[in-house]
């Protein structure tokens, strides 16, 4: 829920000092995107590799590469020239990264000790970060 709760911080301070709203949603979704890219290169790093579905389970060199992409898409939502392209790019990571998370709410994986997002919680978050790049961004 944190970072739900960051892009609708984000967006909201952001609109008070921007014209369009849309603005405001594209950069709330780049401080969502810095939030969760630098969570892949935190203690939770070992937690997240376990939501990775076989083959790859574990594979802690899955989670620095979407970190990677996650904070590069955050950057690229910020510069004009490549906004469109890191939004459709995120857009396809959430897409990409979307298994794992089925994979963690059906095993019962924790995060930090926390129990995985419920995929009835997730599965609606995951479209709503969907509808936000490409509102925001991408079209």
């Not at 709760?5 to 709203?21: D, H, I, Y």
């Amino acid at each position: 829920m944190i970072p739900l709760l960051l892009v609708q911080l984000g967006t909201t301070v952001v609109s008070a000092f921007f014209v369009s709203f849309r603005d405001a949603a594209r950069i709330g979704m780049a401080v969502l995107f810095v939030f969760t890219g630098v969570s892949h290169f935190s203690r939770l790093k070992a937690d997240m590799a376990a939501m990775i579905p076989p083959p790859l389970t574990g594979a802690l060199w899955v989670i620095s590469v979407t970190g990677v992409f996650e904070l590069a898409g955050a950057v690229g939502l910020l510069l004009p020239a490549v906004r469109r392209l890191a939004a459709w790019c995120l857009i396809a990571l959430l897409v990409a990264m979307f298994p794992a998370n089925v994979y963690a709410a059906l095993r019962n994986t924790t995060l930090g000790g926390r129990a995985a997002t419920p995929l009835l919680v997730r599965t609606p978050l995951q479209i709503f970060w969907i509808a936000a790049l490409w509102w925001s961004a991408a079209r």
